[in-house]
């Protein structure tokens, strides 16, 4: 897998079906964490939540953006609200980018 994908194209969310039955879908979709674009009720609140997940699928070669049926950018709040719009679309594997929050270090055992 491409190490850093960018969505050169988008596609609706609505797509996805017809995507998947045509076989045009590759590779994992990756789950993105990423600065809030948009800004509206419920948990859009930027002040309590500037960093929302996205997701990138890979089509025709091409990682797409998704947006919803409004033609904005589909964001999440949290992780798990993501996996589970995931699955419900029927993906069950997916992988994870985040390069906004820092990583723990892991700890550093030393032999006893």
Do not use: C
Request: aromatic share 12%; no cysteine.
């Amino acid at each position: 897998m491409e190490e850093t994908p960018a969505p050169s194209v988008t596609i609706r969310q609505g797509d996805l079906p017809e995507l998947f039955a045509q076989n045009r879908l590759g590779d994992y979709p990756v789950a993105v964490r990423t600065t809030r674009e948009v800004m509206g009720g419920g948990f859009a609140d930027q002040g309590k939540h500037p960093n929302t997940w996205t997701v990138y699928f890979l089509v025709d070669g091409q990682w797409a953006l998704v947006e919803s049926a409004r033609g904005l950018r589909r964001e999440w709040s949290s992780l798990d609200r993501l996996e589970k719009w995931m699955r419900n679309q029927g993906f069950r594997f997916f992988w994870v980018r985040n390069d906004i929050d820092p990583a723990e270090p892991l700890p550093v055992s030393t032999p006893e």
